[in-house]
Every structure is written in C-alpha cells, then in structure tokens.
C-alpha cells in the first residue's frame, strides 16, 4: 500500500471526527466564549482527542500540515476565538515535535498532542524583532543548570496557571534562546488583560518573568534562529486554518441572505459568495501545496509562504466586510454572527505576523507588494 494511500482514511477519520465535535458542542458555547464568560478548555481536550493537534506531531519521516489546518478550519467555521487557541496549541505542539531536547519531547509532547497539557506560544515579540520591529522583551543569563529570565511578554494565548508556553529570550552576548516555560513557576505570573474588540474567551494573559528559573530541561533550542528557521513555515502556515473556516463561514452568511435581499445584494459587485468562493478555492489550493513541505527553508518557499498568509489575513477581513454589506441591519445586531465574525477577523490581520508585518518582510526580500 503507497504511504499517500495509507493516509487518506487518518486524514477523513480526524477532520470529520473534529467536525462532529465541533458541530455538536461549539454553537452553544460560542456566544460564551466571544464574550470571555467561558475558556473552552473541555472542548479543546475533546478535538485533542480526535487528533485535532497530532496529525504534526510525528516529524520523523517528514510531515505535512494539511490535516491540522483542516481540523483547525473546521473550528474556525464556528468560532474564530477557539481556532485561534486551537493554533497556539498546534504551534506548542510544533515547537515540542521539532526540538533536539529528547527529554523535553518525553515530558510533553504527547500529551499536548493529545490535548491533555494545553498552551500556546509566546513568539510575537521575538518574531517582531526578529524582522526588526521592536526589541526583545525577556532577557535571560546563564546560571548553573540553566538561566534566569526577566521580563513582560504583554499577551499569551490559551494559558493559565496550568499551562504551558514556548517563548525565547535573549542572553547578554545577543544570543536567542527558545525554551517552554511552566506558567504554574512561582516565578511566572499571570496578569490578567484588558477586554479585547473579541478574543477574550482565549486565555490571553500579560506574562511577567521575575527572575524566573528556566532549567536546561526546558530549553527547546539554545541557539533559537536556526531552530525559528525550520519551525517559521509551518508556524505561519498553520494559522491559514484560522482563516479559511472564517472565510467559509462568511460565504455561507452571504448565501442566506439571497432569497431575502439578492435583488439588491447583487449590487455589491465583486463582493458576491461566487467571487469568495472562487478566492478561496485558489487560496486553499495554494496552502495546500505549502503545507505538504514545511521544512523547505529556500528564500523562495518562505516568499510564498508570507503571500499566502497576507491574502489569508486580507481574505478573511474582506469576506467578512461584505457578509457585513449583506447582511445589513440583521447582521449589525449584536446576536448576528456577521458582527462577530467581523471582529474575529481583524484578528487574523493583527495576529503576528501582523498585514503590515508581512508586509514589511516582503519589502525586506524585494518581492513584489500585492495590491
Ligand atoms: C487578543 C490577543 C491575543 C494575543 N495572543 C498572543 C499570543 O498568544 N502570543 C503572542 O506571542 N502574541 C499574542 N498577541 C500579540 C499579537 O500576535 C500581535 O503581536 C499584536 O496583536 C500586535 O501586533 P502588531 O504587529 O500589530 O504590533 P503593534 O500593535 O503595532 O505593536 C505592538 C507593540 O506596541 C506596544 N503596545 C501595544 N499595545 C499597547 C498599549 N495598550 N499600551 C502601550 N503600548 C502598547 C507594545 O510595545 C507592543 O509590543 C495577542 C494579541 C491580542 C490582541
């Protein structure tokens, strides 16, 4: 049997067990979770369990990301706030399956890529400064047995006081260092943020390391560039599940409003499901062959790479933009999903890498600027 055939009844068996799991326990939680009265940790465990963050966890013979992307957009086609947490979870998991440190990879990796340990990742700031952005924001030094780290990240996602996170610091001699830190370390806190526009039922904390003990047993790469390197593609592409489940939902919305409002909506020239529909066949097709290679670490792959994600992060506002215009004064209601979608939106274009962030790396490689 050919390994491409072998996979096929994995891959139908986990996106449509997590579609089931989704479509029978998300709807209700929703509203909950957008107003930030509920983090969803019982029903990330239960996707976990259906395989929603393992299909990448097993990196040995290569990997492809297509089945975690597909999981994800299952998610997103409900609930933007929860496929963003269930990213930071695929991106902990990542992070956990690609590093050298076997006993770090013992200690975890299977029980996040089960659900069983929940987390996120705290690369934002480091990714900004990276691209030559802001600076780095936790600096560490090396102690006996491993370093001590100071600092604020302001936001991370899909924590609490049992969670776990993978971020980077940077030691006095510039070097970078990526490492999971414990948020239940005495030394680790939790600061609670302020509301956001959505996102609030995502565990997101400000992060305070005072002095923190970062032993050698949680280090995932003591030089963090060339680790960065390998896991960037899939760290970014793993984020086009957020996008296109939000853009499918969107569609959708637009379609109910024909029979009501087509006479009219037909005016939204350009806006119309078809053309989104037609936008995002291209934009899966294109993931799709990305996602099925993230290890590529040319310059050209992570080119195409930073396209890709910009027109995700650019479909998804103006697919939601127009389910705003079709939808109109039912979808201004603050019980339509239009608005809601709306405002998860936005965050797929702020989520680092933020439009203008890809924006400015494309600059930096002197590749074209899409419109
Ligand atoms: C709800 C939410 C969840 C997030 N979850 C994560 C996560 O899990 N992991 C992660 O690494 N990042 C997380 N982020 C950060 C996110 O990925 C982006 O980095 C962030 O949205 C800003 O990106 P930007 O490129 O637009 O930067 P900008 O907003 O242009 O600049 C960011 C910088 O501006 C400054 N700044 C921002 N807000 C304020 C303020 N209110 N007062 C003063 N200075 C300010 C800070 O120095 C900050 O570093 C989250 C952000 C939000 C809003």
């Not at 991370?156 to 001699?173: A, K, L, R």
């Not at 923190?212 to 047993?217: Q, V």
């Not at 890709?308 to 998804?316: H, I, M, Q, S, V």
């Not at 603050?334 to 797929?348: D, G, L, N, T, W």
């Amino acid at each position: 049997m050919s390994l491409a055939f072998a996979q096929t009844p994995l891959r139908i068996d986990v996106v449509s067990d997590v579609r089931d799991i989704v479509q029978a326990d998300l709807p209700k939680l929703v509203d909950d979770i957008d107003t930030g009265k509920l983090y969803p940790g019982d029903f990330l465990r239960a996707i976990g369990t259906a395989g929603a963050f393992s299909t990448h966890a097993q990196v040995d013979d290569g990997v492809d990301l297509n089945i975690a992307i597909d999981a994800m957009s299952e998610v997103s086609e409900v609930c933007g706030s929860t496929s963003f947490m269930t990213w930071c979870q695929s991106t902990l998991v990542w992070y956990l399956a690609n590093t050298d440190n076997q006993a770090l990879k013992d200690k975890y990796l299977d029980m996040a890529a089960a659900g069983d340990m929940l987390g996120g990742t705290g690369l934002s700031n480091p990714m900004k400064s990276f691209f030559g952005i802001e600076k780095m924001k936790l600096k560490g030094k090396r102690v006996e047995g491993g370093y001590r780290v100071r600092g604020a990240l302001p936001w991370v996602s899909n924590i609490g006081p049992e969670h776990i996170f993978g971020t980077i610091f940077e030691c006095e001699d510039g070097g970078k260092v990526m490492f999971i830190a414990d948020c239940a370390d005495e030394n680790i806190e939790l600061l609670e943020c302020d509301s956001f526009l959505a996102m609030d039922g995502t565990g997101t904390y400000g992060v305070n390391f005072r002095d923190a003990f970062i032993s050698d047993e949680m280090i995932l790469a003591h030089s963090a560039l060339p680790f960065v390197k390998k896991i960037r593609g899939g760290f970014i592409l793993l984020q086009s599940g957020m996008a296109i489940g939000l853009i499918r939902d969107c569609i959708a919305i637009m379609e109910k409003t024909k029979s009501s409002l087509g006479h009219v909506n037909k005016y939204l020239v350009g806006q119309q499901p078809e053309d989104f529909m037609a936008k995002l066949e291209a934009l899966e097709a294109r993931v799709r062959d990305l996602a099925a290679n993230p290890y590529d670490t040319s310059d050209e792959y992570f080119q195409a790479v930073v396209e890709a994600r910009l027109e995700a992060g650019d479909l998804t506002m103006a697919a939601a933009h127009a389910a705003m215009l079709h939808t109109g004064a039912r979808g201004y209601h603050k019980s339509h999903s239009a608005q809601r979608r709306m405002r998860e939106a936005y965050f797929v274009g702020i989520v680092t890498p933020a439009t203008k962030q890809l924006r400015k790396m494309l600059a930096d490689m002197n590749a074209p600027q899409p419109a």
